[in-house]
């Protein structure tokens, strides 16, 4: 004989009864919320939105906190696809320094003249990306407003100008000598010019200095 309790000794329809029950077991709320997570993970998050906006279900997905409306999920699903996008477009594009005004050579440039732009990554080579290496030089050629800076496009400040009459220093020892000269050339701080003596009317070669005089060296 078999123990009571066996579906042999149960009465008839109580099969159906115990389907029943467990079925309702599995329609418990966490039992949706099993559902409903893997809806989101698995099937995409529009169309389980579009599921929860169907039947007007409210979830609790965000432990500890409130639950959410479905127009509440749709906005977070949006932001979250916004911020996706934006890091990746982020990821393609460098933030370059560019010209906000059109600058010609011999400008110094100045904070004011500048302005950030995104630039494509893979086209960003040759370009200064560094504002700071900017600001204090001198455009040596004409720069366009919105367009990356060239590194080769800018210089030192000229501090002798072609033309214009300069100081020559000439040093030896303790002894000292200056006269009168005219550029031949331009040049920035450091860099060897060609000047031509007022008086003598002799070409000579010195080295720029920071304060624009020119040190003539001893041949």
């Known amino acids: 004989m078999k123990a009571a309790g066996t579906y042999a000794y149960l009465p008839a329809g109580a099969h159906r009864a115990n389907r029943k029950v467990h079925a309702r077991q599995l329609r ?19 169309l389980a939105l579009a599921f929860l906006a169907a039947i007007g279900m409210k979830t ?25 996008s934006l890091s990746r477009r982020e990821s393609r594009y460098a933030p370059l320094p560019v010209p906000a005004v059109t600058i010609y ?10 302005r950030t732009r995104p630039w494509p990554r893979d ?5 200064v990306d560094d504002a700071r290496a900017i ?3 001198m455009a040596v050629r004409t720069l366009v407003r919105n367009r990356p800076i060239p590194a080769a496009a800018l210089s030192a400040p000229y501090v002798v100008r072609k033309g214009k009459t300069v100081r020559l220093i000439f040093r030896e020892g303790g002894l000292e000598i200056t006269a009168l000269a005219t550029a ?18 002799r070409t ?6 920071p304060d624009g005089t020119v040190l003539v060296k001893k041949p």
């Open 184 to 201: 031949l050339e331009d040049a920035a701080a450091g860099r060897l010019v060609a000047v031509r003596n007022v008086d003598s009317g």
């Open 60 to 84: 609790d997905l965000i432990p500890q906190a409130r639950a959410l409306t479905v127009e509440e999920l749709a906005l977070q699903a949006e932001q979250a696809r916004r911020t996706a």
């Open 28 to 46: 418990t709320p966490e039992r949706k919320k099993t559902r409903l997570c893997l809806a989101l993970a698995g099937a995409g998050t529009v």
């Open 123 to 127: 086209r960003a080579a040759g370009f």
């Open 204 to 209: 000579v070669y010195g080295i720029a200095q």
């Open 135 to 137: 600001i204090g030089r």
């Open 105 to 114: 050579p011999g400008q110094v440039i100045d904070a004011s003249m500048l």
